[in-house]
């Protein structure tokens, strides 16, 4: 197995990057990003621990749902899930993050990296309440790098593609899958409790 161990060899597989996708790297958000944001059902966060062990965790709700609080700051609220809070542990531990946002239907998407802290702050949370119910916290990330990414993976993967759409009965329910992970419990209740949850523990 041939191991590359440093940027240079790197460099002479691929050469330099394009002096265009250097420049496209901006220090805020301006008229473009904020416009994608604003469109944005999700984003994928990653983050890491004060070890360096990385994570990745999705976040999603209706498009808007990340406010643009000015030219560097967004408020990322964070709805109910399953109380690891492996995010919001990370951001305490190291700050920085990096976010990637898609639009359905449009190829490009846009990456956002910077610095995380955590708010519980009523007045930055509020706007952010769904049915009268307001997120216990919020991330608050200040953007250091913006910049958009061109479409060739989402091009690649056909990700948008209708047709390509897989169907529930295609895969395990997840009810099914982690009961037997872990080798213990009712399937046929952990199915339905999964499914309570979809309905009920949204907000």
Same mark, same amino acid.
């Given at each position: 197995?041939?191991?590359?161990?440093? %940027?240079?060899?790197?460099?002479?597989?691929?050469? #330099?990057?394009?002096? !265009?996708? @250097?420049?496209?790297?901006?220090? !805020?958000?301006?008229?473009?990003?904020?416009? *994608?944001?604003?469109?944005?059902? *999700?984003?994928?966060?990653?983050?890491?621990?004060?070890?360096?062990?990385? /994570?990745?965790?999705?976040?999603?709700?209706?498009?808007?749902?990340?406010?643009?609080? /000015?030219?560097?700051?967004?408020?990322?609220?964070?709805?109910?899930?399953?109380?690891?809070?492996?995010? %919001?542990?990370?951001?305490?531990?190291? &700050?920085? @993050?990096?976010? %990637?946002? *898609?639009? &359905?239907?449009?190829? #490009?998407?846009?990456?956002?990296?910077?610095?995380?802290?955590?708010?519980? /702050?009523?007045?930055?949370?509020?706007?952010?309440?769904?049915?009268?119910?307001?997120?216990?916290?919020?991330? @608050? @990330?200040?953007? #250091?790098?913006?910049?958009?990414?061109?479409?060739?993976?989402?091009?690649?993967?056909?990700?948008?593609?209708?047709?390509?759409?897989?169907?529930?009965?295609?895969?395990?329910?997840?009810?099914?899958?982690?009961?037997?992970?872990?080798?213990?419990?009712?399937?046929?209740?952990?199915?339905?409790?999964?499914?309570?949850?979809?309905?009920?523990?949204?907000?």
């Amino acid at each position: 197995m041939d191991i590359i161990e440093n %940027i240079a060899e790197i460099r002479g597989l691929y050469g #330099e990057p394009m002096e !265009r996708a @250097v420049k496209k790297q901006l220090p !805020r958000l301006e008229k473009h990003s904020r416009a *994608f944001i604003a469109l944005s059902p *999700f984003l994928v966060i990653a983050s890491t621990d004060a070890q360096g062990r990385l /994570d990745a965790s999705p976040k999603g709700d209706a498009p808007g749902f990340v406010r643009v609080l /000015d030219d560097e700051t967004l408020l990322i609220p964070d709805r109910l899930g399953n109380n690891r809070v492996d995010t %919001i542990a990370n951001v305490l531990a190291a &700050p920085g @993050v990096g976010l %990637i946002f *898609f639009v &359905p239907g449009l190829r #490009e998407t846009l990456r956002v990296n910077g610095k995380a802290r955590v708010t519980t /702050d009523p007045a930055l949370l509020e706007p952010s309440a769904v049915g009268g119910k307001m997120p216990r916290s919020g991330l @608050v @990330v200040t953007a #250091e790098e913006v910049y958009f990414h061109c479409g060739k993976a989402l091009i690649r993967s056909d990700l948008w593609n209708p047709e390509k759409m897989r169907k529930h009965s295609d895969f395990p329910a997840l009810g099914r899958i982690i009961t037997e992970q872990i080798g213990q419990g009712d399937t046929a209740a952990a199915e339905r409790a999964t499914e309570e949850s979809y309905r009920t523990r949204l907000y």
